[in-house]
């Protein structure tokens, strides 16, 4: 079993950016694939970006294609989601999540969750 650890929400206004992070409790970050979902009040969770464990294979929800971007680095034990021109309707809180799994894109559920981290965007 691993933990995350999420970082770096905060209130931005639209057109700006943030980047999020998640660290990773575990010696061999190098295995898991991992992601990041949101929610935003009274609508479910929605994925929004998922990275294989060697960092080569991304995926993004087409609502953040072009303006958000995940990036791991192993040796920190880290991932992190670059947002740019970010607008209210990405306002929610934002989960990382990991796979059990190499692959983001193998049709698995999430194993574990961190505790998110809240990202609101002024119109």
């Known amino acids: 079993q691993v933990q995350l650890v999420e970082s770096g929400g905060g209130s931005v206004q639209t057109g700006g950016s943030l980047r999020l992070s998640c660290a990773i409790s575990?010696?061999?970050?190098?295995?898991?694939?991992m992601g990041w979902f949101r929610q935003a009040p009274g609508k479910e969770r929605e994925f929004v970006s998922g990275i294989s464990a060697n960092g080569e294979s991304t995926h993004y929800a087409d609502s953040v294609k072009g303006r958000f971007t995940i990036t791991r680095i192993n040796d920190k034990n880290t991932i992190y989601l670059q947002m740019s021109s970010l607008n209210p309707e990405d306002s929610a809180v934002y989960y990382c999540?990991?796979?059990?799994?190499?692959?983001?894109?193998?049709?698995?559920?999430?194993?574990?969750w961190g505790q998110g981290t809240q990202v609101t965007v002024a119109s």
């Open positions: 999540g990991v796979k059990y799994s190499r692959n983001w894109e193998i049709p698995r559920p999430v194993d574990e």
């Open positions: 575990t010696r061999t970050p190098s295995i898991y694939a």
